[in-house]
């Protein structure tokens, strides 16, 4: 039994390092995402973190995950501004 769980546990860190080859809409949603909270956190005078939680909290997360192909192809002002108005309705008050 701990000769699988010690054969297990090393294919698993073999695995986890392994490099990762993300597809281009993969890599375009994290960088739309990495740009748009830093954003949001630049335009309401927040930390990047703070940012964040403050998204997760509010439901900005979720909707930038679900509707990032359509907000990137916008201005960023009105991203930030859809964000704000989302996070708004469920309750934050930024």
């Known amino acids: ?3 699988f769980a010690v054969y297990s546990i090393r294919k ?3 695995r986890l390092k392994e490099p990762r080859i993300l597809d281009r809409e993969t890599r ?3 960088a739309f995402i990495t740009f748009i909270v830093q ?3 630049a335009a309401y005078k927040m930390s990047s973190p703070n940012a964040y939680r403050y998204l997760k909290k509010y439901g900005g997360w979720d909707f930038l995950n679900e509707h990032w192909w359509a907000l990137h192809t916008d201005n960023e002002i009105y991203a930030v501004h859809d964000l704000y108005l989302v ?4 309750g934050g008050l930024r």
């Not at 996070?87 to 469920?90: K, S």
Request: with cysteine.
């Open 12 to 14: 698993t860190m073999e």
């Open 28 to 30: 375009n949603k994290v």
């Open 39 to 41: 954003m949001f956190a």
């Open 87 to 90: 996070c708004r309705d469920n």
């Open 1 to 3: 039994m701990r000769t």
